[in-house]
């Protein structure tokens, strides 16, 4: 058994909010905040939505001017920060506008103990975004992967994604453990995979290549 056998969309791609829910459940999580970004109209393959729309605080972040006020109207009736912006991949002296820099000026308090999931889905850097970040490290952190790769490619590019592989690494550098990809990559920080089932979570195991598409069975 894998997190894969999990999975299920509400408002997700590929099965991520089952994977998500089932993951939340061993790890002991039940509110606190979550992030994603571009969180295009709030709903549209969203990995966060069906937290938000229960309990949990949200910072959801959208460069898109349409889709920005569209994402307004979708979450004014829930404890969501809508933050209009690009996420930039690296802190220069003339722009600082990083993830950890969006997110320290948050209206929310995120702390290592409430900040829950963070979801990563540019289309491009999303890697140079992950490796970024130096403080805010959520409990759980997805990203899109460029999933057509061999399971020992090295591939990184800063506007056609990563390889599960460079991926994968970056996890370990960053302090988290990979515990599943369906598209998106799925981690978990280091101090509480503890909490984790006995599953196979070696890269192998991991990897589906190109067959990575899920719709929820009839």
């Not at 992030?35 to 709903?43: I, K, L, V």
């Not at 829950?116 to 992967?145: G, N, Q």
């Not at 970056?170 to 978990?188: D, P, Q, R, S």
Request: hydrophobic share 30%; aromatic share 12%.
């Amino acid at each position: 058994m894998t997190y894969l056998d999990f999975r299920h969309n509400v408002h997700s791609a590929n099965g991520e909010d089952g994977i998500i829910k089932k993951l939340f459940s061993d790890l002991d999580i039940t509110n606190g905040i979550v992030c994603e970004f571009g969180a295009h109209d709030g709903f549209h393959d969203s990995n966060t939505a069906a937290l938000w729309e229960q309990n949990y605080q949200a910072i959801l972040i959208e460069s898109d001017h349409n889709r920005f006020d569209q994402l307004e109207k979708n979450t004014s009736e829930h404890d969501v920060e809508c933050i209009h912006t690009v996420v930039e991949k690296e802190r220069k002296e003339d722009i600082q506008n990083t993830i950890d820099d969006i997110l320290e000026k948050s209206k929310f308090n995120i702390t290592p103990d409430n900040f829950c999931l963070m979801s990563i889905d540019i289309d491009s850097y999303d890697y140079y975004v992950f490796k970024s970040i130096e403080k805010y490290f959520p409990k759980v952190l997805i990203f899109e992967v460029s999933s057509g790769h061999p399971i020992n490619d090295d591939f990184i590019s800063e506007d056609k994604g990563c390889s599960i592989k460079s991926a994968y690494e970056l996890g370990i550098e960053k302090g988290y453990k990979m515990i599943c990809h369906c598209g998106n990559v799925i981690f978990v920080r280091n101090d509480l995979t503890y909490k984790l089932p006995d599953y196979d979570y070696s890269i192998e195991n991991l990897h589906l290549g190109t067959n990575c598409g899920y719709e929820n069975p009839e």
